[in-house]
């Protein structure tokens, strides 16, 4: 079994900056994709950032120029550096990784989600 979990949010004034940290462990063979996700109240699951193994990175529009995602492959995680934060920013952020494992000689992708770490942002 493989699990995310993530840390990083609260609350911060609109301007200022949090950084979110997720963590992959477990019988980890591989970790292809990570990214991030948020949904806001009432709204659906969104797409923020996701990096692929190789470094190549994707945001959204929303968030270009201020957000940045990274990851550190021999600590298995994945950052966000959320910089000029905004009051629409406000949502649950949940990590996604696509981690291959292996049981018994066979590989197995598994799209693994982590619980959510809640980031408000005050006018």
């Known amino acids: 079994q493989v699990q995310l979990v993530e840390s990083g949010g609260g609350l911060v004034q609109a301007g200022g900056s949090l950084r979110l940290s997720c963590a992959a462990s477990?019988?980890?063979?591989?970790?292809?994709?990570m990214g991030w996700y948020r949904q806001a109240p009432g709204k659906q699951r969104e797409l923020v950032a996701t990096?692929?193994?190789?470094?190549?990175?994707k945001y959204a529009d929303s968030v270009k120029g201020r957000f940045t995602i990274s990851r550190d492959t021999a600590k298995n995680t994945v950052y966000l550096q959320m910089n000029s934060l905004k009051p629409e920013d406000t949502a649950v952020y949940f990590c996604?990784?696509?981690?291959?494992?292996?049981?018994?000689?066979?590989?197995?992708?598994?799209?693994?989600w982590g619980q959510g770490t809640q980031v408000t942002v005050s006018s």
């Open positions: 990096i692929t193994s190789g470094g190549s990175t």
């Open positions: 477990g019988s980890i063979f591989s970790i292809n994709d």
């Open positions: 996604n990784a696509v981690i291959t494992t292996v049981q018994r000689l066979v590989p197995k992708c598994n799209d693994v």
